[in-house]
């Protein structure tokens, strides 16, 4: 299993950023797949994920209404649309292959909301 996250930087608040993750290793299209974020010194924590056709997608309350989890099966790719970013949306962010925090995922982006 291999992901691959890009598409993190920095930017100021009410920004947007779009992060990607390649996927390679294993079926991906009858993989369930998330998002998560680590804030330093915190836990990892779960904040989206998406069903096998991209037909359910579910969200961690703080980021329901501003981030959207989309993937493309042929091209073995899952995005996170994140827009009116705020500084408590600074974390690294991995994707996961699966639903459960624990499963693989990548080296992570990071994503810094500053002024």
């Known amino acids: 299993v291999q992901l691959v996250e890009s598409g993190g930087g920095a930017v100021q608040p009410g920004g947007s950023l779009r992060l990607s993750c390649a996927a390679s290793g294993f079926v991906f299209s009858t993989s369930y797949m998330s998002w998560l974020r680590q804030v330093p010194g915190k836990g990892i924590e779960w904040i989206s994920g998406?069903?096998?056709?991209?037909?359910?997608?579910a969200y961690e309350n703080t980021v329901k209404g501003r981030f959207t989890i989309s993937r493309d099966n042929a091209k073995n790719t899952v995005s996170l649309q994140m827009t009116s970013l705020k500084p408590e949306d600074t974390a690294v962010y991995y994707c996961q292959k699966g639903r459960v925090i624990g499963g693989p995922r990548g080296q992570g982006t990071q994503v810094t909301v500053s002024s």
């Open positions: 998406i069903n096998i056709d991209g037909t359910y997608m």
